[in-house]
């Protein structure tokens, strides 16, 4: 009988997806990967409720109140946690948007941008509301495991989630550690 | 002349009366402000002009002294001493009181510029507080009548001088005298003693007596004094550190004000036997109402001979003093970073070696000690080295001068024999419910009442002279919380774990301090803390994180109390931080908030 | 020069000359010891940290403290990686260094000394200083947010340049890099590119315009080797000293 499948959930928060892409750039790694995991909610399932997994892969850093949310929803159904990607780690690019104030910004965009037709700051309560900085995960959560990269290469995730699973102890060589 | 020209004339005035030394700029910036209130970029340029030298350097200094103000500032700058013992006397509220009556908020100047309310670090008044500085000049005993009184004054636009003298008392309150303090000590007999035995006697007295520096290093100032005699150099000299910033110790302040002519003897005792002819004063800002008196001791000492061209009418024998004024930087107390400042640049420690006993004031071998080193220098050229060996312990000969406050009943200052234990001296000050004590300051160490029996001198707690009473009413988390404020605020910035590190534990403590940390954070602090000590390039950095380390060995009840059941806790309050969308948008439906209940979640209960 | 003059390092024989650091005989030997605020060219300056080497059991600057006959220094070990790498994450958090979005991203020493200690994450919280970037300069460009106070250039150009263009202002977590005119604008000096302070900043805090990204990923000084093999202290060994500015 064979072992059973470790699950595993992923999502992007304030990313730009990046992250998946590397992963999906396994290639036909992929087809390894999937005789060993399961995979839960994830943007490559489509599956919306996040059940009890073994790990979870999050990318991207947390800017609004449903970044919030959906963390907190992973660290309480993932046995290891990990932040994935330059975002999740420091903020990244997006929290770049932490030298000015939430003011400055939503008046950027939706007041004074060129071509605005009827300019307001929306505030519909399907919108997520903003937080005042963009915090990588580690400022919310405990992060069990940290893989950098802009995006990490698929090499990298292959070697961390190979080890990961394998229970080997993690040590990626130094031409997969970037930050970049 | 126009009105304009006035702050160019007033710098160039100044300037001209300081001979236009670079290595009197801070002396110089001091003078200016004290004239035009703050120092403007035009001010700085002009100062920059006047002593050739290039404006960055200028403003490097003018930002790096507290004291020094590149922002308006008002007529009336009213700094509360905030040390842990302020606050146990209750200087928040004093401070809110006066801020209220004056209709100033704290840290900002009043729109008409009259006056400015702020705090500052430990003035060395924690024996008669909650202290305060009003245009540099000490305040004591601060209650609510002195306060309106004060407001009133201020208001009024009254000259300081004409404000009653007794807001300014300075008492000694000396509670027990030992050899150093309570024996008569004759001016100038210890500068006849040099003359009739020579220095390598004064010397070999030195050396018997076991004198350790008594800022609390505990340096052997014989072979300090060696060192520097014995170094290469034709120019030579001493520096008195009475830089008194360690909050909690006021002791230099009380020798400086009763004893200043023993402290200027050992001056110019350590003068003649290293050979200098020049001493300076590094006197801390703090207590720049002590200048007239010191000057006019000065002046009574060149007038009798004991200070100037020939002492005791021995032409070989010169040696005069000149005091600088600090302008708020704890790192000053450093002895390198002391003599940066001397030499009118910014107080970042040198690199060391080489030691200021070869390279020292300008390049120049110098010997750099306590006001109290001295004080008991110029006693044991006159009564010997063995006398003053027979009081003390093995290895810290002598007495020591501690700086009572906090918790007790008869705080001020208290002369014992080396080895007193704890136990003795709470008895002796009246702290009869004393929980703990902040031995020798924020850098040095909080002790518990387990460790009472333990004994005052450099084999066991070593001490510059802080002893501040926690008694069992008061929370020794508020002490840690204040003193992290402290050693953020007091940070060069020159190297990185002390510049970031020192932000980062406040940070940490203040999480834990407000009830929002769990024992992750308390692993981060040790973690954190133990980089500190020994990765920081100077002392300061070093025991910056001593009131959080030994607080968590010595009072883990203290931060247990305050423990969240959770796993792990967020750095920022998550909804707060939704709070500036909320106002934006106008939004206040049930998404517009994060709830504990969720929030829960991932804080791993 | 008597042969044994010389201190251990790792428990390797490194023979040094009367006032060389322990940072300068082991550069000499061809050992890197990590480093930021030390360029072999100029003074040692002391403040970064991230060279502390135990010596005789005692944390110490490998660049300000002497090396002496007999010493046992230690460099590469367990307890000292951690130290360095929480001083890196230190000033990874104090600043906003964002490296996908950065020119210097691959040849910058910050980054690659944190990759030789092993640092995968800032793992502190971040301070998201406010700090401009100045592009007044037509050939150069300064981002505040990647300074790390390591002082090179304002030592290059008062040194070596005779220019004077940088200072350092401020106390504690305040101080902060300057450019010494009254606009404090890069663009009113003679600051020129083919100055030594355009050389020397170990991050990407000054840059040269217009040759942004011209060497492609995978091909940066640091892409494929780590510092200890290509940086300084390899090219320091090929030149077989260097020049230095007191």
Not at chain 2, 363 to 389: D, L, M, R, S
Request: net charge negative; glycine share 10%.
């Amino acid at each position: 009988m064979s072992e059973p499948k470790v699950k595993i959930a992923t999502c992007s928060l304030a990313g730009c997806f990046g992250c998946h892409m590397s992963l999906l750039d396994l290639d036909e790694r992929l087809f390894e990967l999937a005789e060993r995991v399961e995979l839960d909610r994830s943007p490559l399932t489509d599956i919306k409720e996040l059940g009890n997994c073994d790990l979870g892969l999050i990318e991207g850093g947390v800017c609004n109140a449903e970044n919030v949310h959906v963390l907190m929803e992973f660290r309480a159904h993932c046995k290891v946690l990990v932040a994935i990607g330059a975002c999740a780690l420091n903020g990244g690019v997006p929290a770049m948007r932490n030298q000015y104030d939430l003011k400055e910004c939503l008046e950027e965009s939706y007041l004074r941008g060129i071509g605005l037709v009827n300019p307001q700051i929306p505030n519909d309560p399907e919108i997520p509301l903003l937080l005042n900085q963009v915090h990588p995960l580690h400022e919310v959560v405990k992060i069990d495991y940290f893989l950098p990269g802009c995006p990490p290469s698929a090499d990298a995730i292959w070697t961390f989630v190979n080890q990961l699973l394998s229970g080997q102890p993690l040590a990626l060589p130094y031409t997969q550690i970037h930050y970049d | 002349m126009a009105e304009s020209d006035l702050p160019a004339q007033t710098v160039c005035e100044i300037v001209q009366r300081h001979g236009g030394t670079p290595t009197r700029l801070l002396q110089i910036l001091r003078d200016v402000q004290d004239h035009l209130t703050w120092l403007s970029p035009e001010t700085l340029d002009r100062v920059a002009e006047e002593l050739h030298i290039s404006p960055a350097k200028v403003r490097g200094v003018a930002e790096f002294y507290s004291f020094l103000y590149t922002a308006p500032r008002g007529s009336y700058d009213l700094l509360f001493s905030d040390n842990i013992t302020d606050r146990m006397l209750g200087n928040r509220e004093l401070l809110h009181y006066l801020c209220e009556r004056l209709g100033v908020e704290v840290g900002k100047t009043r729109v008409d510029g009259v006056v400015t309310v702020g705090t500052t670090s430990c003035t060395g008044m924690c024996d008669q507080g909650p202290a305060a500085l009003v245009n540099g000049y000490a305040l004591t005993r601060l209650d609510k009548p002195r306060l309106n009184r004060i407001a009133e004054l201020v208001n009024g636009q009254i000259p300081l001088a004409q404000w009653p003298c007794e807001f300014f008392e300075v008492i000694s309150n000396i509670r027990r005298a030992d050899i150093l303090l309570g024996r008569h000590f004759a001016d100038g007999s210890a500068l006849r003693a040099v003359l009739k035995r020579g220095p390598e006697a004064i010397l070999e007295e030195m050396v018997k007596s076991g004198l350790r520096g008594q800022g609390g290093a505990g340096f052997k100032s014989a072979a300090k004094w060696i060192s520097c005699r014995n170094a290469p150099g034709e120019v030579k000299y001493v520096v008195c550190n009475a830089d008194e910033g360690e909050p909690g110790t006021f002791k230099d302040r009380v020798l400086m004000q009763d004893f200043a002519d023993l402290v200027f003897e050992g001056m110019t005792l350590c003068g003649r036997v290293i050979g200098a002819r020049q001493g300076f004063v590094y006197l801390r800002g703090e207590y720049r109402y002590l200048l007239p008196s010191l000057q006019a001791h000065l002046q009574r000492r060149r007038e009798v001979g004991l200070l100037g061209k020939a002492i005791l009418g021995d032409p070989t024998f010169g040696f005069d003093i000149d005091i600088h004024l600090g302008a708020g930087a704890y790192v000053c107390g450093e002895e390198s970073a002391l003599i940066e400042s001397l030499e009118g640049k910014h107080g970042v420690p040198r690199i060391r070696p080489p030691f200021p006993t070869t390279h020292g004031y300008l390049n120049q071998p110098t010997v750099v000690n306590n006001v109290e080193t001295f004080a008991a220098a110029a006693k044991i050229a006159v009564e010997g080295g063995a006398w003053f060996a027979s009081r003390g312990t093995a290895e810290s000969k002598g007495t020591k001068l501690l700086s009572l406050s906090g918790d007790c009943e008869r705080p001020g200052i208290y002369e014992y024999p080396f080895g007193v234990t704890v136990r003795r001296v709470l008895e002796d000050c009246g702290a009869l419910d004393a929980q703990g004590i902040q031995m020798a300051g924020p850098a040095g160490h909080m002790i518990s009442a387990r460790q009472f029996d333990r004994r005052i001198c450099f084999e066991d707690l070593a001490t510059g002279g802080s002893f501040m009473v926690f008694s069992h009413r008061r929370d020794i988390l508020d002490g840690v919380r204040n003193f992290a404020h402290f050693f953020v605020h007091e940070s060069c910035g020159f190297c990185t774990p002390c510049r970031v590190g020192t932000s980062l534990l406040r940070d940490l403590v203040t999480k834990m301090h407000t009830g929002h940390g769990t024992r992750y954070d308390l692993e981060e602090m040790r973690k954190l803390g133990r980089i500190m000590q020994v990765a920081c390039h100077c002392g300061l950095g070093q025991t910056a994180p001593n009131p959080v380390l030994d607080s968590l060995e010595q009072f883990p009840e203290a931060w247990e109390r305050r423990l969240r059941s959770t796993a792990f806790e967020p750095a920022f309050d998550l909804d707060a931080a939704l709070e500036q969308a909320r106002q934006l948008t106008g939004r206040s439906d049930p998404d517009a908030y994060l709830r504990e209940e969720e929030l829960i979640l991932g804080a791993m209960p | 020069m008597s042969a044994d003059r010389s201190f251990t390092l790792d428990g390797r024989r490194v023979p040094f000359q009367d006032g060389q650091t322990i940072m300068a005989a082991a550069l000499a030997a061809g050992v890197y010891i990590p480093h930021l605020c030390f360029n072999p060219e100029f003074a040692p300056h002391g403040s970064c940290r991230v060279c502390l080497v135990k010596v005789n059991g005692r944390v110490q600057a490998a660049c300000t403290t002497p090396a002496a006959v007999g010493q046992a220094v230690q460099n590469e070990t367990g307890e000292l990686r951690e130290i360095r790498r929480g001083i890196l994450q230190m000033l990874f958090v104090e600043g906003n260094h964002v490296c996908p979005a950065c020119e210097k991203s691959g040849a910058c020493q910050l980054q690659a000394v944190a990759y030789y200690v092993g640092m995968l994450a800032p793992h502190y919280t971040h301070f998201y200083p406010r700090r401009p970037v100045d592009a007044s300069h037509p050939e150069a460009v300064i981002d505040f947010n990647r300074c790390i106070l390591c002082e090179l250039c304002v030592r290059a150009s008062r040194d070596v340049d005779g220019k004077n263009i940088f200072a350092v202002q401020g106390r504690g977590i305040q101080a902060h890099l300057v450019v010494n005119t009254p606009s404090g604008k890069l663009g009113a000096t003679d600051f020129s590119v083919t100055d030594k302070a355009a050389q020397v900043c170990p991050t990407g805090a000054i840059l040269t315009k217009h040759r942004g990204y011209e060497i492609p990923i995978g091909q940066r000084l640091y892409d494929r080797k780590p510092i200890s093999v290509v940086g300084d202290v390899a090219t320091l060994a090929e030149s077989k000293g260097g020049r230095r500015h007191e």
